[in-house]
């Protein structure tokens, strides 16, 4: 186990690098620039703001500038924002987009879960055709459609919830809902494929001739084999979901990641840009390693392949 995590650490960093490099070369060759919208500033205004952000250097030497002071836990100052650091706008909007994010992901794979260890023990045809009708209909819905629908019926037509920013708790519900449409999909199609996979194996029909009650074959032998594959998910959807979504926060108002993010990619502002790409880097290399790592623990056979 330890070989894995260091192997999983090392091209985790791998990564991090090339895309941080690949970003920073991408933003670069990308037409415009960060100031072209502001109004026309005499020549000499615009060489002396070049020259404090370091783009009159050549690429190499600006791409070595950066890399040091991401080395020195210093991701630069942000084009747009002048009053600001990349440091604070990212840690500010990270709390913000985790905080719905766990809510999202706890709902969304409780329910999923539910839902699915239902559809996969029912006999009812009927029930687990309505069931399965809507985890499909929910994996292939877009979340910025279900959030307009949510914000429509909910706070234009019946005024019962507010429909942007997070002033109140109420403000959470909207948006939450909305994300965990992804990890309730995902959870509940999975967890029903696998729980009917499981009841028919050799060993739960000896559990059930040694006259084992339904409920207690369900929990202890049925579910908790099924949720195994649930485990090797959770990483890239948490990830997904708790660095913010890009369509979510922009229609909810939420200043979170995804949000800034957008505004970033069209005001040029390469170094915003880059912290929070850092950012998504990070979680999803950390959620993959942990996965990995609680996997091994409920999976021998990965132990054993980690060994050899």
């Given at each position: 186990m330890p070989s894995l995590i260091l192997r999983r650490f090392l091209t985790g960093l791998l990564t991090l690098f090339v895309v941080i490099s690949l970003t920073f070369l991408l933003l670069r060759l990308m037409p415009g620039g960060p100031f072209d919208q502001d109004r026309k500033l005499p020549p000499a205004i615009q060489a002396n703001i070049e020259a404090q952000y370091h783009l009159n250097e050549p690429l190499w030497k600006q791409y070595g500038i950066y890399i040091n002071g991401i080395l020195h836990g210093d991701l630069g100052p942000s084009f747009k924002y002048k009053s600001r650091s990349v440091s604070d706008i990212v840690s500010e909007a990270t709390l913000t987009s985790a905080k719905l994010g766990f809510l999202a992901l706890a709902i969304g794979v409780l329910l999923g879960t539910l839902l699915g260890t239902v559809a996969g023990l029912?006999?009812?045809?009927?029930?687990?055709?309505?069931?399965?009708?809507?985890?499909?209909?929910?994996?292939?819905?877009?979340?910025?459609?279900?959030?307009?629908?949510?914000?429509?019926l909910f706070s234009l037509n019946l005024n019962w919830l507010p429909a942007a920013t997070l002033e109140t708790p109420k403000h959470y519900i909207l948006p939450v809902l909305t994300l965990s449409l992804m990890p309730f999909s995902y959870a509940f199609l999975l967890?029903?494929?696998t729980v009917r996979e499981v009841r028919s194996q050799q060993y739960v029909l000896i559990k059930r001739s040694e006259g084992l009650s339904e409920g207690v074959i369900a929990v202890?032998?049925?579910?908790?084999?099924?949720?195994?594959?649930?485990?090797?998910?959770?990483?890239?959807i948490a990830a997904a979901i708790i660095t913010g979504s890009f369509a979510v926060e922009y229609i909810f108002a939420i200043p979170g990641l995804g949000k800034h993010f957008v505004t970033a990619v069209s005001n040029r502002d390469y170094t915003l840009v880059v912290g929070i790409t850092i950012i998504y880097g990070l979680t999803l290399i950390v959620f993959n390693t942990v996965t990995d790592i609680v996997y091994g623990f409920l999976d021998p056979r990965l132990r054993e392949e980690a060994k050899g």
């Amino acid at each position: 186990m330890p070989s894995l995590i260091l192997r999983r650490f090392l091209t985790g960093l791998l990564t991090l690098f090339v895309v941080i490099s690949l970003t920073f070369l991408l933003l670069r060759l990308m037409p415009g620039g960060p100031f072209d919208q502001d109004r026309k500033l005499p020549p000499a205004i615009q060489a002396n703001i070049e020259a404090q952000y370091h783009l009159n250097e050549p690429l190499w030497k600006q791409y070595g500038i950066y890399i040091n002071g991401i080395l020195h836990g210093d991701l630069g100052p942000s084009f747009k924002y002048k009053s600001r650091s990349v440091s604070d706008i990212v840690s500010e909007a990270t709390l913000t987009s985790a905080k719905l994010g766990f809510l999202a992901l706890a709902i969304g794979v409780l329910l999923g879960t539910l839902l699915g260890t239902v559809a996969g023990l029912s006999r009812n045809r009927m029930v687990d055709g309505l069931l399965t009708l809507t985890g499909v209909a929910s994996i292939s819905t877009p979340l910025f459609i279900f959030g307009g629908f949510l914000v429509l019926l909910f706070s234009l037509n019946l005024n019962w919830l507010p429909a942007a920013t997070l002033e109140t708790p109420k403000h959470y519900i909207l948006p939450v809902l909305t994300l965990s449409l992804m990890p309730f999909s995902y959870a509940f199609l999975l967890v029903r494929t696998t729980v009917r996979e499981v009841r028919s194996q050799q060993y739960v029909l000896i559990k059930r001739s040694e006259g084992l009650s339904e409920g207690v074959i369900a929990v202890r032998h049925i579910l908790r084999n099924s949720l195994i594959p649930l485990v090797s998910i959770l990483g890239p959807i948490a990830a997904a979901i708790i660095t913010g979504s890009f369509a979510v926060e922009y229609i909810f108002a939420i200043p979170g990641l995804g949000k800034h993010f957008v505004t970033a990619v069209s005001n040029r502002d390469y170094t915003l840009v880059v912290g929070i790409t850092i950012i998504y880097g990070l979680t999803l290399i950390v959620f993959n390693t942990v996965t990995d790592i609680v996997y091994g623990f409920l999976d021998p056979r990965l132990r054993e392949e980690a060994k050899g």
